[in-house]
Structures are given as C-alpha cells and as structure tokens.
C-alpha cells in the first residue's frame, strides 16, 4: 500500500481529487466526499474507490444517495477523524496536528503490516527451499535416522 499523500490533510486538495468521481449530484458528491475525509483512488476497474485520509479505510460500492459521512462512521467507528465528529471548517490547529499524528501512526503500522507480509512470503519461500534440501532422496532417507530397534536394553545381559 503506497503512502498517504500529504496534500490528502487538506479538504480543497481531497476535493480536486474528484475529478473522475461518478456521482455529482446526490449527498454522494465530491464536496461531501472530501468533507467526510475521503479522496479519490479509483480506476477503471474501481471508477468509485474512496480512501479516508486518516484511517486509510476504503470504500467502494457507492450509490448516488449514500451519505458518506454515514457511510465512514459506518465502516471505521473508530477513525480519529469519526471520533472527532467535525466538519473541516470547524478543525482547529490541534485538531489538525492530532489527526496528522494519527495518520502518521497509521502510515506506520501498515509499512510495518506490508514488511512482516513481505518477510513472511521470503521465510516461507526459504523453508520450502531448506525442506528440499534436507529431503533430497526421497522421505525414505528420513526414516533411516531414526533410532534404530537395537538400541533397547535386555534384561538378560
Ligand atoms: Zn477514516
């Protein structure tokens, strides 16, 4: 997953971002788009992808009449910028340097996320490789080092 850009903080830039978007009347408009903290991701294959500055929540599926605020408070409750129930133009500057400190936060953890997932695939990969080497022969190999039936003791030495 790429980075939040910068500009995404700011509701006149999250706004330019929907050029592209499908609905223009309806609550589901650009305006209420990025009021509600989203900015455009979409594509040909995803004409109404949305993704929440703050909480990096995505959304597609829209319909003309979703109301998207509704709709982020529905699918992230618990998004910083949800939680602090304000429309941008009532943001202070504490609000502002709070929710970037989250999205920070939040940037982090999914680079982290995406390298344990990276690390995970090259384990695995080095397992399978290691598992073909150990193995090489065949499984009867593998019971041959195994202890032998001679070993046990007898009373009747
Ligand atoms: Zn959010």
Same mark, same amino acid.
């Not at 929907?18 to 408009?29: I, L, Q, V």
């Given at each position: 997953m790429e980075n939040i850009p910068d %500009?995404?903080?700011?509701e006149a830039d999250r706004l330019k971002s929907? /050029?592209? %978007?499908?609905?223009? /009347?309806? +609550?589901? @408009?650009p305006v209420q788009m990025a009021e509600a903290g989203f900015y455009f991701i979409g594509s /040909?294959?995803? +004409? !109404?992808l949305a993704r929440c500055y703050v909480c990096c929540k995505e959304l597609d599926g %829209?319909?003309?009449? !979703? @109301?998207p605020w509704l709709e982020h408070k529905k699918h992230a409750p618990k998004c910083p910028y949800v939680l602090l129930d304000k429309k941008p133009a009532d943001l202070t500057v504490k609000d502002m340097y709070t929710l970037e400190a989250e999205r920070m936060k939040r940037v982090l953890v999914m680079r982290h996320e995406a390298q344990v997932k990276t690390l995970n695939e090259i384990k695995a990969c080095v397992l399978e490789e290691l598992d073909k080497l150990t193995n090489k022969g065949g499984k009867d190999n593998r019971k041959r080092s195994t202890r032998p039936a001679s070993k046990r003791s007898s009373r009747k030495d």
């Open positions: %500009w995404a903080a700011f929907f /050029k592209r %978007w499908p609905f223009k /009347k309806g +609550p589901c @408009n /040909k294959s995803e +004409p !109404d %829209w319909e003309e009449h !979703d @109301n």
